[in-house]
């Protein structure tokens, strides 16, 4: 097992798990966690989400990112300044589409989550554009994700 300094197990699914969490997924999220899609601008569910708490891988359930790192980058997705514990998102060289990008995993699950620019604000001055579908919103307070079973939680 491998784990992430914030205690998360980060040893990928089992193949009978993995086939179990995608089961579990709609369309869009199966075409942009599975096969690298992008969601549409300025249609995600979690773009104008403001509450406190934590943004979970929504195949796996890995926090990935938390409302305090979100920023309005006004480019239709859901943007953060930096990932809730660096190992837990992955960044990819993506030269598809004529043009070099870093695009952005979850590191349990390798589920397709966004791309990561050198355009945010202070203080990390990146811009983590992430997918709606590909995440799944916890509250402070409320349970996070265990759909691997692994009695995770802060």
């Given at each position: 097992?491998?784990f992430?300094?914030s205690g998360?197990?980060?040893?990928?699914?089992?193949d009978?798990d993995?086939?179990?969490?995608?089961?579990?997924?709609?369309?869009?999220?199966?075409?942009?966690?599975?096969?690298?899609?992008?969601?549409?601008p300025?249609?995600g569910g979690?773009?104008?989400?403001?509450?406190a708490?934590?943004?979970?891988?929504?195949?796996?359930?890995?926090p990935?990112?938390?409302?305090?790192?979100?920023?309005?980058?006004?480019?239709g997705w859901?943007s953060?300044?930096?990932p809730?514990d660096?190992?837990?998102?992955v960044?990819?060289?993506d030269?598809?589409y004529?043009?070099?990008?870093?695009?952005?995993?979850?590191?349990r699950?390798d589920?397709?989550?966004?791309?990561v620019?050198?355009?945010?604000?202070?203080?990390t001055?990146?811009?983590?554009?992430?997918?709606s579908?590909?995440l799944?919103?916890?509250?402070?307070g409320?349970a996070?994700?265990?759909p691997l079973g692994r009695?995770?939680?802060?």
């Amino acid at each position: 097992m491998t784990f992430s300094q914030s205690g998360f197990d980060l040893s990928p699914p089992s193949d009978d798990d993995r086939l179990r969490l995608e089961a579990d997924l709609n369309e869009e999220e199966r075409r942009v966690l599975l096969h690298h899609g992008t969601e549409a601008p300025f249609c995600g569910g979690l773009l104008n989400q403001k509450k406190a708490g934590l943004y979970c891988c929504r195949l796996c359930g890995l926090p990935l990112f938390r409302q305090d790192a979100k920023f309005e980058s006004g480019t239709g997705w859901p943007s953060f300044t930096g990932p809730y514990d660096p190992a837990h998102v992955v960044g990819i060289e993506d030269n598809s589409y004529g043009m070099r990008r870093i695009e952005t995993r979850c590191a349990r699950c390798d589920s397709h989550q966004g791309h990561v620019f050198p355009d945010g604000p202070p203080p990390t001055r990146l811009r983590y554009c992430i997918n709606s579908a590909s995440l799944s919103f916890v509250a402070d307070g409320e349970a996070l994700p265990d759909p691997l079973g692994r009695g995770e939680h802060l």
